[in-house]
C-alpha cells in the first residue's frame, strides 16, 4: 500500500493517540496505516518488535506519528509496559485496537475437535482471548481517568459459518464477542465504547502463495459482493468505530465479509 498521510479529507482521528495490537502484519498493517492517515497518532504494537518498528517508521517518513514496540499480549506485564510507553509518549491514550491473534501467521490444526493438541488449545485462548483482557486491564484505567476511550476487538465471522473445523480458534473468537458486550456494559459509563469486527476470509497474508490465493479466490462464492476480500476493506470499519461517528455505539459486532453472513 502507497502511503500518503494527509491526502484523507476527514481526518477523523486527529491526533487521536491509537494502540494497534498486531499491528506490523496483514490486516493490523492495514489499520495502522489507516489510522495515520486519518490524522492518529499510532502505536504499532507486535510480537514482531522489528517488523513493528518497520511500519511506524514507513508512517513516520509519510508526514504521519508512529512508534513499534514489541508486545507479546499473552504477557500482562508487556502489555503494562505498552501502556505506560504510550502515556510517556503521548500523554494519553483515545483508542485500542485488538487485533493480534494466533490464525494465519500461526499454524494450527484445522481437523476434528479431538485432534488438537491440549497445549494449542491453551495457546489459542491465552492470546486470543486472555491477551484482549490483558491489553484492556492495562488501557482502560488510563481512558477512565480521561473519560475517553474507542475499543475494538477482532473475531471472526467463521463464528457465524459453523465449518466444522478449528473449533479452538472459532470458539476463541466467539469469547471475543461475549466479552466484548460484558466490558462495553461494564465501563460504558466512563464514556467507552466496545465494539467488535468480525472480518470475513481476507487475502492478508504479504507474499501468499498461489494455493493461498486459490482458497481466498473460492470462497468468494457465497458472497454478495463477489471478490476477494483485502485488509483494506476492513480499515474503514475500524475507523468508524475509533471516531465520533459511532460515538452512540457500543456492545456491537460488525461483519465485515462482503455479504456471506447477514444477520
Excluded at 495515520?36 to 517508521?57: M, N, S, T, Y
Aim: aromatic share 8%; hydrophobic share 40%.
Amino acid at each position: 500500500m502507497q502511503l500518503n498521510i494527509g491526502s484523507t479529507p476527514a481526518h477523523r482521528l486527529q491526533d487521536r493517540v491509537t494502540i494497534i495490537t498486531g499491528g506490523a502484519h496483514g490486516i493490523g498493517k492495514a489499520y495502522a496505516q489507516r489510522f495515520a492517515q486519518e490524522g492518529a497518532k499510532v502505536v504499532v504494537a507486535d510480537i514482531d518488535g522489528e517488523a513493528a518498528e518497520q511500519v511506524a517508521r514507513e508512517i513516520n517518513e509519510a508526514g504521519g506519528t508512529a512508534i513499534g514496540l514489541r508486545v507479546d499480549i499473552s504477557d500482562l506485564a508487556l502489555c503494562q509496559q505498552m501502556a505506560s510507553t504510550t502515556m510517556e509518549k503521548f500523554g494519553r491514550i483515545d483508542a485500542l485496537v485488538n487485533n493480534a491473534a494466533l490464525f494465519s501467521r500461526i499454524p494450527m490444526t484445522r481437523g476434528r475437535f479431538d485432534a488438537i493438541p491440549e497445549a494449542e488449545w491453551d495457546r489459542m485462548f491465552q492470546v486470543n482471548v486472555k491477551g484482549i483482557w490483558f491489553t484492556c486491564r492495562a488501557v482502560v484505567p488510563f481512558m477512565e481517568a480521561q473519560q475517553y476511550g474507542r475499543i475494538v476487538n477482532v473475531s471472526s465471522s467463521t463464528v457465524f459459518q459453523n465449518p466444522g473445523t478449528r473449533i479452538h480458534y472459532i470458539s476463541s473468537k466467539a469469547a471475543v464477542i461475549g466479552f466484548t458486550r460484558t466490558l462495553a456494559r461494564e465501563i460504558g459509563a466512563s464514556n467507552i465504547t466496545v465494539n467488535c469486527l468480525s472480518p470475513g476470509s481476507t487475502l492478508s497474508e504479504e507474499d501468499p502463495t498461489e494455493e493461498t490465493k486459490a482458497y481466498r479466490a473460492r470462497r468468494v462464492v457465497d458472497r454478495a459482493i463477489q471478490r476477494i476480500q483485502y485488509p483494506d476493506d476492513l480499515a474503514g470499519a475500524a475507523v468508524f468505530f475509533c471516531s465520533e461517528d459511532s460515538s452512540f455505539i457500543t456492545g456491537q459486532n460488525l461483519i465485515v465479509d462482503g455479504g456471506q453472513v447477514m444477520m
